[in-house]
T-cell receptor, first 114, second 114 residues
Framework: NAGVTQTPKFQVLKTGQSMTLQCAQDMNHEYMSWYRQDPGMGLRLIHYSVGAGITDQGEVPNGYNVSRSTTEDFPLRLLSAAPSQTSVYFC?????????????FGSGTRLTVV | GESVGLHLPTLSVQEGDNSIINCAYS??????FIWYKQESGKGPQFIID?????DKRQGQRVTVLLNKTVKHLSLQIAATQPGDSAVYFC?????????????FGTGTLLAVQP
């Protein structure tokens, strides 16, 4: 049981490049979400999913796309990277929406856009 | 707007003392309040949560208090240890319908002095 696995751990992109941050969980959690964490700020919700085939926007969705074709995977796509997207990205999953029993977080992806 | 914030950005305590980390929230409609611990280079780790209809909940060495009158949440850590040094986040959990999301505060750094 690996929990929530994020890849890559580190990434440097040039402005305008695209990439996909991977997130996979093996706990059969229905609810998955993506957060970004910037210095001096808390985690902000980008997108979330309450189950396979269902996604919705969070607080800061612009510049990011997601899809949920399986229960296990929830990739985050940056369509055209911008320096403002330099951040640490965390994927999280939970049995129930809202995480009332606690979210399980991945170890994060540190992204730098130059 | 909606927000979850913390009173103290940094808290320094002596090993063995009790720690109290405070948090203010603005939205009374939250279903749960949750405390997370984040160590350097890692994702947030669930510590304890409390339902909105409760005032107090205890865990192992930790106690969460909820004062809905003044919209205040606190995390008490008994006999603080060096391993407790981390950033602590409070978060509001709102679920149901289109509001399945977790809103984080900005965090408090707990520094335990030997």
């Amino acid at each position: 049981n690996a929990g929530v696995t994020q890849t890559p751990k580190f990434q440097v992109l040039k402005t305008g490049q695209s990439m996909t941050l991977q997130c996979a969980q093996d706990m059969n959690h229905e609810y998955m979400s993506w957060y970004r964490q910037d210095p001096g700020m808390g985690l902000r919700l980008i997108h979330y999913s309450v189950g396979a085939g269902i996604t919705d926007q969070g607080e800061v969705p612009n510049g990011y796309n997601v899809s949920r074709s399986t229960t296990e995977d929830f990739p985050l796509r940056l369509l055209s990277a911008a320096p403002s997207q330099t951040s640490v990205y965390f994927c999280a999953s939970s049995f129930v929406p809202g995480g009332k029993n606690g979210y399980t977080f991945g170890s994060g992806t540190r992204l730098t856009v130059v | 707007g909606e927000s979850v914030g913390l009173h103290l950005p940094t808290l320094s305590v002596q090993e063995g003392d009790n720690s109290i980390i405070n948090c203010a929230y603005s939205n009374s409609a939250s279903d749960y309040f949750i405390w997370y611990k984040q160590e350097s280079g890692k994702g947030p780790q669930f510590i304890i949560d409390i339902r909105s209809n409760m005032d107090k909940r205890q865990g192992q060495r930790v106690t969460v208090l909820l004062n809905k009158t003044v919209k205040h949440l606190s995390l008490q850590i008994a006999a603080t240890q060096p391993g407790d040094s981390a950033v602590y986040f409070c978060a509001e959990a709102r679920y149901g319908g289109a509001t399945n999301k977790l809103i984080f505060g900005t965090g408090t750094l707990l520094a335990v002095q030997p």
